[in-house]
Nanobody, 124 residues
Framework: QMQLVESGGGLVQAGGSLRLSCAAS????????MGWFRQAPGKERVFIAG????????YYADSVKGRFTISRDNAKNTVYLQMNSLKPEDTAVYYC?????????????????WGQGTQVTVSS
């Protein structure tokens, strides 16, 4: 079993920034890609950013490209999402997940482990 715990959400004004963290524990974290998803009220959960184990390859959805940055610290078993220039449409519950590769996220394949989510609210 792997446990994923997100933190760092909150209320911020449009144009502001937040940094989300996702700490992994339990089974090995080694070699796995990590991803961030979000789910707005009444909408499906969507993949927005992913990073492979080495950190050399990253993926961003068009909706966040240029504003969000994903990173990871494997020594701390933690993945981060730096969110800048936030917009009201970024309001959602943000989740992290793990998978063998980023392609698993992109192809919407089933995932075994999810965090509980952290709420991000961006006011206009």
């Amino acid at each position: 079993q792997m446990q994923l715990v997100e933190s760092g959400g909150g209320l911020v004004q449009a144009g502001g920034s937040l940094r989300l963290s996702c700490a992994a524990s339990g089974r090995t974290f080694v070699g796995y890609a990590m991803g961030w998803f979000r789910q707005a009220p009444g909408k499906e959960r969507v993949f927005i950013a992913g990073i492979q184990w080495s950190g050399a390859t990253k993926y961003y959805a068009d909706s966040v490209k240029g504003r969000f940055t994903i990173s990871r610290d494997n020594a701390k078993n933690t993945v981060y999402l730096q969110m800048n220039s936030l917009k009201p449409e970024d309001t959602a519950v943000y989740y992290c997940a793990t998978a063998p590769t980023i392609a698993t996220f992109v192809r919407k394949l089933p995932l075994d482990y999810w965090g509980q989510g952290t709420q991000v609210t961006v006011s206009s």
